[in-house]
Each structure stands twice: as C-alpha cells, then as structure tokens.
C-alpha cells in the first residue's frame, strides 16, 4: 500500500469508530437491510453496451488530494446528476460515481442522496471502504454499488465486504491496478472489474494499463477503466481494444455542462 493510501485507510478507521459512536452498527444494519430498492447498476451498464453505446459512470467530484478542487464555483450534486442522465438526448451517462470521502475529496454522504434523489441513474459510492459498518452505511444512504480498492484490503475482508453488499443487493466493483491485484479481485464473485490506469506509486496515468490487462479479464466479467479519460481518441483507442465501459471524472467535472460533455467524448 503506498504512503497516500496508507494515510487514507487510517483517516477512515478514524471515521469508522467516531460514526459507531453516533450510530452503532446494529442499527445502521437494520436501516440498510430495511432498504430493499436498489437499482441495477450492473444490468445499466451492460443495456447501454448492448445497444452498442459506451457504458458510461459518470463522477461526480468536487476535488482530489492530486489536483486540489476540481469543479470551482457553485457545486450541485443533483444539477450535476441530471446533466448526466440527460447528456445531449442521444448519449447519456449509464450509472453515476459519487465521491463521498470528506477530508481527501471534499465529498458528503448528501452529495450522494441528492444526485440519486434527482435522477434515475444507479449510483455508486466512491468512497474508501475497509469496515463491514461501511459497507452498510453506504445501503442506507442510498447506494446501490460499492467500491472496493484491492490495494487497501486483504483477501479475507474484501470477501467479506463483498458478501455484505451482494446481501444486500447492491453492485461490487472491484479496483485494480496491475496484474497481481487483478488475479486477487477475480476470486470475488462480482462481474466488476476496475482497472485504474493511474500507477500507486508514480501516480502517471497510462491507459496502456488497461490494454495490456484486458485479456486476464474474462469474457463474462465487465471491465471498466478508470482515470485518463480525456478525449475522443482516447475513447475510440479502448474501444477499438474491446473495452466498452468506462468511469470518468475530471473531464466531466471541468466543464460547464458535465452532460453535454459526456456525449461530446463519447458520440
């Protein structure tokens, strides 16, 4: 685990055990599993793809511990959620990615509420997930699929992150950025697989990572690639490559209308 992470992960044990003070576990279990309306985020994704569009998830972010803030200015998660769903009329977002990581990447639990109230997108929470108490929290706020980073977490308790989640019928994507994360992640039962083309330790971004992962995927697992998307000959190399799903962020987040962006790269 690199400096950065290592740093993360212990804000969020910090996070975990002041939230349990709040709010013991066995009630936010009870008020996760009392939610039973989840939305498809894995049959959304995979519609867009058999009607031959990119599956898109679309991010929304106010900033990074890389790049500082990312969207400056006025920051509506609900404007910014059916900008996405709409996008131009004819390419649109598949499902969102909300960050909700408050110290790191200015994000909140609300950001989340508010794009999933305002729209018919599944959402994702992007958060930094290495406690079961999370993965609850995250069913009752509204999520309907979690990330799990394989750099953060062992074997055992991704499994067991995992298996919470999929009880609670909600999406897993599984994070990886090489070859030894990504043998880990496909001994999980997820279709998901997230191949982060942003290096742990040099932090470049090089979208060969995904073109020389994709042929460990198998068919029946749904790769999606993440951060270096940023024009249209990005796009048209991966999906030349076979690679049809994609989270994107940033580009989205620096333009006036996130929406009409989204469609603009990938028409």
């Given at each position: 685990?690199?400096?950065?992470?290592?740093?993360?992960c212990?804000?969020?044990?910090?996070?975990?055990?002041a939230?349990?003070?709040?709010r013991?576990?066995?009630?936010?279990?009870?008020d996760?599993?009392s939610?039973?309306?989840?939305?498809?985020?894995?049959?959304?994704?995979?519609a867009?793809?058999?009607?031959?569009?990119?599956a898109v998830?679309?991010?929304?972010?106010?900033?990074?511990?890389?790049?500082?803030?990312?969207r400056?200015?006025?920051?509506i998660?609900a404007?910014?959620?059916?900008s996405?769903?709409?996008?131009?009329?004819?390419?649109?977002?598949?499902?969102?990615?909300?960050?909700?990581?408050r110290?790191?990447?200015?994000?909140?639990?609300?950001?989340?509420k508010?794009?999933?109230?305002s729209?018919p997108?599944?959402?994702?929470?992007k958060?930094?997930?290495?406690?079961?108490?999370?993965?609850?929290?995250?069913?009752?706020?509204?999520?309907?699929c979690?990330?799990?980073?394989?750099?953060?977490?062992?074997?055992?308790?991704?499994?067991?992150?995992?298996?919470?989640?999929?009880?609670?019928?909600?999406?897993?994507?599984?994070?990886v950025?090489?070859?030894?994360?990504?043998?880990?992640a496909?001994?999980?039962?997820?279709?998901?697989?997230?191949?982060?083309?942003?290096?742990?330790?040099?932090?470049?971004?090089?979208?060969?990572?995904?073109?020389?992962?994709?042929?460990?995927?198998?068919?029946e697992?749904?790769?999606?690639?993440?951060?270096?998307?940023?024009?249209?000959?990005?796009?048209?190399?991966?999906?030349?490559?076979?690679?049809?799903?994609?989270?994107v962020?940033?580009s989205?987040m620096?333009?006036?209308?996130?929406g009409?962006?989204?469609?603009?790269?990938?028409?």
């Amino acid at each position: 685990m690199t400096d950065i992470l290592h740093t993360i992960c212990a804000t969020k044990r910090e996070e975990v055990a002041a939230a349990q003070k709040r709010r013991p576990l066995n009630d936010m279990r009870r008020d996760a599993e009392s939610r039973v309306l989840t939305r498809d985020f894995i049959g959304s994704l995979r519609a867009k793809i058999a009607a031959g569009q990119a599956a898109v998830i679309a991010e929304i972010k106010k900033a990074s511990p890389s790049k500082g803030v990312i969207r400056a200015g006025e920051f509506i998660p609900a404007d910014l959620a059916q900008s996405y769903a709409e996008g131009d009329g004819q390419v649109s977002a598949a499902c969102l990615s909300v960050l909700t990581d408050r110290q790191y990447f200015q994000g909140q639990a609300d950001y989340l509420k508010q794009a999933r109230a305002s729209c018919p997108l599944p959402v994702l929470r992007k958060d930094f997930m290495i406690d079961p108490y999370q993965i609850y929290e995250s069913r009752a706020m509204g999520a309907d699929c979690i990330l799990l980073i394989a750099a953060c977490l062992d074997d055992g308790l991704m499994a067991e992150l995992e298996a919470i989640a999929l009880g609670l019928d909600m999406a897993v994507l599984v994070e990886v950025h090489d070859s030894a994360e990504l043998e880990r992640a496909l001994r999980l039962k997820t279709p998901l697989i997230g191949i982060n083309n942003r290096n742990l330790h040099s932090f470049q971004v090089s979208l060969d990572t995904t073109l020389a992962l994709r042929q460990q995927v198998p068919p029946e697992r749904l790769l999606i690639t993440e951060s270096g998307i940023a024009t249209r000959e990005d796009v048209q190399r991966l999906r030349q490559a076979d690679v049809q799903a994609f989270l994107v962020g940033e580009s989205f987040m620096r333009a006036e209308q996130p929406g009409l962006e989204l469609a603009r790269l990938f028409a």
